[in-house]
Structures are given as structure tokens and as C-alpha cells.
């Protein structure tokens, strides 16, 4: 099985360039398609009270992933806004805030919520400074710290995150575009190679296994390895240029992202063993790939949100796609922050599906070849 | 050694193979000769315990195959009708390969090896990858591949289709030295007659899922002994002389190729004067008619109505 394995990354490693395409359009289409900041919403904030500055309010709006709070004067605020060039705006004062709505829109109740949150943290941190008795600024930041230091490494857990609210949505251009093409295109990797199965079938090298000592459940479990390998390599190396060259922080989840693409892989494996055990030949294969690839990124929300999907019967159709549950495992963790056992439902989906692909693919594969 | 007893694979509606009796000798070269389609791809996957058989049984050493394929699968070497081989990588590294896969290891593989691109012919092409050999090339090394264990019984499906003259000779002789040196048992599939007239002892012959002939050379032509060929050769055949050759009551057959129709008659009848009258009558000016003895191909012929290769 080892050596079957070598071959394999032999030829893998002899040969490139396919996969180094793939991985090069992963990027480039994420780059293209959800580059620039023009995707994140701009909100025109007018701060109407200076004592806003330095707080955590202003810290706050600074660090949203999703809003691009951007200060200006009042009147450009209300220009703005009555030009359509802003759905919403914000004016903020010391202890309240007012929010501008352009357009009715969900954004609207997230950057209430958003803005309310950062309100209220800020009511947190005056009662903590009035409690710890703190009135010099380098008090204040003391107590800041610990706090911080306090919720980093909590004793307790603290629910800090604001936006965890149950119908909180948050569409993130970049992350969604980063997202949904790494997964939509690590599904063609991996399915070529799965196909090399079928091949070795067809031209006999199968035959010459099965009469060797080796045994075939090796040809199997090399072939899956490979497959799943390469397939985990590709998504490996697109998020790391997104992490440590386009500087995309995952929420600052970078290892867990990685971690719930194991899941998606698997069930893409799972997936491309199941249509080589359905398809008869190398042309009807090459002309089903692509077409299931597209499909399911287009129930699954790889190229869309599915948030703005309405249509009843995708939303039902997007429930039996590997896509929209890998979807959903990184944005849990990289926008919401999601801990692993909340993400467990969508992984053991994954899971589940891969066993069961797997299995009937596998079978499929044994009867035809009898 | 090994045995087929009224074997038959039937796959939906059609039989591949239908009923086939066989006997392989330790030590011959057998040939299973049959155009496209005769199920002869089939029928060794049966015996080599690849596929099962819907009805019949394979029996090596007297004993069934079907319930426990290892004793067979232990001496077998398979040649397999596709190149099946990794195309990507060298020639050296497909037989190291399929060398390990076979447990060959360290020095005993390196000699292998070396042997075997000897054998084959490829020793300067070794470091090549496969996917830029000529067919010949990549069908001596599809046969090296299944030497790499020393294999008792090696089988072979069309191991010479599409490659130059050449190639083909050097593969006959070095199937024919293995036989000869090292007393490999040999199964030879193939639609060319003399292949397999100049390799094997026995012959098999097929036509679609069914046996339609065997025994020695000798014996199969013998089948042709109470009839004989007749070939008539002219520039302008034309139909009229054609229809009148097929509306003879002598005649068994009509094959007809371009300037060229072959005839078989029994052998009592002489059947020149009436040929040149369908001649005359047909306005055909004849180049020549000639009786030829008889080759597997006429057999082939006078059994099915049909050539080996159309
Ligand atoms: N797996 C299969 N499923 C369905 N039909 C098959 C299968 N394998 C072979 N056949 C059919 O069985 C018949 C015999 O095929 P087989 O490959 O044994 O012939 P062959 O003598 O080896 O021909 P060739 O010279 O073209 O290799 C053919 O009609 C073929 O279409
Ligand atoms: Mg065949």
C-alpha cells in the first residue's frame, strides 16, 4: 500500500501543473471576484460627541470585519444617506447612538446590533473602572488589560461575541468568496484523481494488483489517501496565502479553518469515488465533473450566499450538497467564531456522507468490474 | 493443469463466452485465436480468476478456482490486453513497481530488473518515461512487467496489436525462448493466424462466445481436408460474375475482396472449366485462379462464412 502511495506522489510530483492550475485559479477568482475593500459596507458615521474617542466604542467599530464604520461630518452623514450612496449611517454620541436607515435592509439590524454592542461593552468598562475605583487613563488601561487578559483566558466563559444573535447573519464578501472557491475548486483536484481508479480498471494495472500478494481493499485506501492528500493540500496551500500574504485573518481562526476542511475533503473524496463508481467512461466522466462541480456550488452558496437564496425547493436541494455544510463549517468558525461542538452538526453531516458515498461508490466500482 | 468445463459468462442479455471446454498442458503454448468480440478477453479473465464465471468451473490441479483463486493466482503472469502500466513514470520504475508488489525486494529486485529490460530489450531505455515509448516499446515492457516473478503460466491478450513488424518478431521470439528456456506454460490470444500458427502447438478458436474449432495445427487443418481453396484474382471484378460464383451449388463460400474473391469448393470437384465460363459469360478478364493449401485463416472462413479480420 506504501508503495502504491509512492507512486502515486511520484507522479504528482513529476507532474504539477494541474494541480498548481487549480490552485492558482482558487486564488485568483477569490482575489478577483472578492478582492478590495469595496465589499465590505461602508457605514458614514458622524461622531457627534468627542468623548467617543478613545473608548471602546470607537475600538470596537474599528475592528468590525463586516462594516467599514467610516467618520465624516454630519452633513456628509445625511448627503450620503439621501444620495443612496450608504444604506445606513450612524451619529454617535457619548452614551447613545442613532442609526440613519437609507434602505431597510438586514444590514440594518446588524449594525445596531453592532454599534449597541459596542455601547454597551463600554457601559461594561465604566462600571469595571468606576468599581476598580480607576480615574487616570493609565488606571483605566490597566484595568483594560486585565480585563482583557481576563476574557482571553477565561476561568469562566464570557459570550463576548455580539454577533452570535440567532438570526444575525453576516455576509462577508471576501471570506465568501475565499470560501466558496477554495471549496469549488479543490472538487476538481480531487476528482481527477479519484479517476485514476477507473483508469487503472480499464487499462489492467487493477488486474495485475489483484493477482499480486497485494490486495485490492491497499489499492483502495492508497488511492483514497492520494486523493484525499493532494485534495488537502490544494485548500492547505490557498489558505495559507490568503493568511500570511493577502493577510485575511479567518477571524482569527486560522487553524480551526483548517482543521473543518478535513470533513469537506473527505466528503469530496467520498463524493468522486461515488460518481467513478457510477460512470461507465473516461468521456462521460469528464462531462459529468464539471457539471455536478458548478451545480453544487451553486445550491451549496459558493457563489452566493445562500442567505439571499429564496427559492424553497434550492434551499431543500442545498441540504444533500457537500458544499453548503463546508460552507457553513468556515464561516462558523472564521466570521462567527463558532467552537468546534457548535459546528458539530454540519462535520458529522460531512462525515456521514462520506461514509456512505464511500460505501456505495466502492460497491458500485466491485459489481460493474464482475 | 488447468481445465474449463463448459464455461460461460453471460453479461445482460449477451453470452461472451458460451459453454467453453479448454485443457492447458504444463509446458505448451495454446492459442485462442477469434476476431473482435469473440469473447477471448473473457475468457481468460475467467481462468486467471479475475472474473467469475456465471456458469462452469475453472479447475487447476483438479481443483476449483472458483472458491480459492490463490494457488492459480500465485503462478500466474498477465498480460493484459490495454497497456497497463503507470505511463508516467520510467520504464525502470513500473518494474520496480510491480516488483514490489510482487514482494521483491533490495538486490533480488535490482537483478530482476536488469534481467528483464535485458529480455525486453529496453536496458538504454530504462530511465524513459513510458508515455513517450513507441507501441512497441510499451507492449515489450507491458509483457516484462508480468515476467518480474518468474511466472509458471503466463498469459497473454493480443500482446501485439498495433505495433510495428519488428517489435511483433522480437515479442514472438522472446515468448517462444521463454517457453523453450525457461518451459513457461504460454496462453496466446490474438486475431492474427500466424502468430499464432508460428507459436503454438494447440489452438482454441472462437467466435462470438462459442468454440468453433481445436486441436494441433494440424488437426484444425485437416478440417479444410474435404475441401479446397481457390483464389481468382482480376482487375475489374464486376457483380454479374460475383452472383454467378454465389449462385454455384459447389461452391460453399464466396469471400470477396478488392481484385480478389476466394472460393471453397470440395476437393473432387474440378472447378476451373466452370469458373472460366462465369468469366466469359460475365465478360471478366481473369488474371489468375490458384488453389492454395489451406491456412488457419481458411478454417476461420470455412466455419463462420466470414474473414478473421473484417
Ligand atoms: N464488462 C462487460 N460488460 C458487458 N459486456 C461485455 C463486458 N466485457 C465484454 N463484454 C462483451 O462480451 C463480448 C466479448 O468480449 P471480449 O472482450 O471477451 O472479446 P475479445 O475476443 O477479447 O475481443 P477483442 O479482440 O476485441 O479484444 C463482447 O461482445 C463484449 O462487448
Ligand atoms: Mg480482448
Known amino acids: 500500500m506504501i508503495g502504491i502511495l509512492l507512486a502515486k506522489i511520484k507522479i504528482f510530483i513529476r507532474y504539477p501543473l494541474t494541480f498548481l492550475a487549480m490552485v492558482v485559479m482558487s486564488i485568483g477568482f477569490a482575489l478577483l471576484i472578492g478582492g478590495g475593500n469595496g465589499n465590505v459596507i461602508n457605514v458614514p458615521t458622524y461622531i457627534a460627541d468627542e468623548a467617543i474617542h478613545g473608548t471602546v466604542v470607537e475600538d470596537i467599530l474599528n475592528d468590525s470585519e463586516a462594516f467599514n464604520f467610516e467618520t465624516m461630518s454630519k452633513d456628509e452623514v445625511e448627503d450620503k444617506i439621501a444620495n443612496g450612496k450608504a444604506e445606513i449611517g450612524v451619529e454617535l454620541y457619548e452614551g447613545d447612538f442613532r442609526v440613519i436607515v437609507g434602505v431597510e435592509s438586514p444590514n440594518v439590524g446588524l449594525v445596531k446590533q453592532t454599534v449597541e454592542g459596542a455601547y454597551s461593552k463600554k457601559l461594561q468598562y465604566e462600571q469595571l473602572f468606576a468599581a476598580a475605583n480607576a480615574t487616570t487613563d493609565s488606571d483605566k488601561e490597566a484595568v483594560k488589560t486585565d480585563l482583557e487578559k481576563a476574557i482571553a483566558d477565561p476561568v469562566f466563559s464570557i459570550q463576548a461575541n455580539n454577533f452570535r444573535g440567532s438570526d444575525a447573519v453576516i455576509i462577508d464578501n471576501r471570506y465568501h468568496t475565499l470560501f466558496g472557491f477554495t471549496l469549488f475548486f479543490v472538487i476538481y483536484t480531487i476528482a481527477y484523481n479519484v479517476f485514476h481508479i477507473l483508469e487503472e480498471k480499464n487499462n489492467g494495472v487493477w488486474d495485475r494488483i489483484i493477482l499480486s500478494p497485494a490486495r485490492k481493499w491497499e489499492m483502495y485506501v492508497a488511492n483514497f489517501m492520494y486523493s484525499f492528500g493532494t485534495g488537502f493540500l490544494q485548500v492547505l496551500i490557498i489558505f495559507l496565502v490568503f493568511r500570511f500574504w493577502v493577510g485575511i485573518e479567518f477571524g482569527g481562526n486560522f487553524g480551526k479553518a483548517i482543521l473543518v476542511l478535513i470533513p469537506y475533503v473527505f466528503s469530496i473524496v467520498a463524493l468522486s469515488i461515488l460518481i467513478t463508481g457510477i460512470v461507465k467512461t473516461v468521456q462521460q466522466f469528464n462531462a459529468v465533473i464539471p457539471i455536478i462541480a458548478v451545480s453544487m456550488a451553486m445550491i451549496g452558496g459558493a457563489f452566493w450566499p445562500l442567505e439571499i437564496v429564496s427559492s424553497k425547493l434550492m434551499l431543500v436541494l442545498s441540504k444533500v450538497v457537500p458544499i453548503t455544510y463546508g460552507m457553513e463549517v468556515l464561516n462558523g468558525v472564521a466570521i462567527y467564531g463558532y467552537s468546534f ?27 460493474r468490474h464482475v | 493443469m488447468l481445465e474449463l468445463i463448459d464455461l460461460s459468462k453471460k453479461f445482460k442479455q449477451l453470452y461472451a463466452v458460451k459453454n467453453l471446454n479448454m485443457f492447458i498442458e504444463k509446458g505448451e503454448i495454446v492459442g485462442l485465436l477469434g476476431p473482435n468480440g469473440a469473447g477471448k478477453s473473457t475468457a481468460i479473465s475467467m481462468l486467471s480468476s479475475l472474473v467469475d464465471p456465471t456458469t462452469g468451473d475453472v479447475r487447476f490441479h ?81 509483457i516484462g512487467v508480468a515476467l518480474l516473478h518468474n511466472p509458471e503460466l503466463i498469459i497473454m491478450d ?7 513488424p519488428q517489435s511483433r518478431n522480437y515479442i514472438l521470439e522472446t515468448v517462444k525462448r521463454l517457453n523453450e528456456e525457461k518451459q513457461m506454460t504460454v496462453i496466446y490470444t490474438s486475431h492474427y493466424m500466424e502468430e499464432v500458427e508460428f507459436l503454438c502447438d494447440r489452438i482454441y478458436i472462437m467466435d462470438q462466445g462459442n468454440l468453433i474449432a481445436s486441436g494441433t495445427k494440424d488437426e484444425i487443418k485437416r478440417i479444410l481436408s474435404a475441401e479446397k481453396t481457390i483464389v481468382i484474382k482480376a482487375d475489374r471484378l464486376n457483380d454479374i460474375f460475383i452472383e454467378s460464383l454465389r449462385q454455384d451449388p459447389t461452391i460453399s463460400s464466396v469471400t470477396v475482396e478488392e481484385k480478389k474473391v476466394t472460393i471453397i469448393v470440395p476437393k473432387e470437384i474440378n472447378i476451373f472449366p466452370a469458373v472460366l465460363k462465369l468469366a466469359e459469360e460475365a465478360k471478366l478478364e481473369l488474371n489468375s485462379v490458384d488453389i492454395k493449401t489451406p491456412t488457419l485463416e481458411d478454417v476461420f472462413l470455412h466455419l463462420t462464412g466470414r474473414a478473421l479480420r473484417d
Do not use: C
Open chain 2, 158 to 164: 493480443e500482446p501485439t496489436v498495433g505495433i510495428d
Open chain 2, 62 to 142: 483438479n481443483k476449483s478456482i472458483l472458491k480459492n483463486p490463490s494457488p492459480i493466482r500465485k503462478i500466474i503472469g498477465m498480460v493484459p490486453q490495454e497497456i497497463a502500466l503507470y505511463t508516467d513514470l520510467s520504464a525502470e520504475e513500473n518494474l520496480r513497481f510491480f516488483g514490489r508488489i510482487y514482494r521483491l525486494k533490495g538486490a533480488e529486485l535490482k537483478q530482476k530488473i536488469d534481467e528483464i529490460l535485458e529480455l525486453i530489450g529496453l536496458t538504454d531505455r530504462r530511465k524513459d518515461i513510458v508515455k513517450k515509448f513507441s507501441g512497441g516499446m510499451k507492449r515489450r515492457l507491458n
Open chain 1, 341 to 367: 461542538s457548535e459546528i458539530l452538526y454540519p462535520i458529522s453531516i460531512l462525515l456521514l456522507m462520506g461514509v456512505v458515498m464511500t460505501g456505495i461508490g466502492i460497491h458500485l466500482m466491485e459489481k
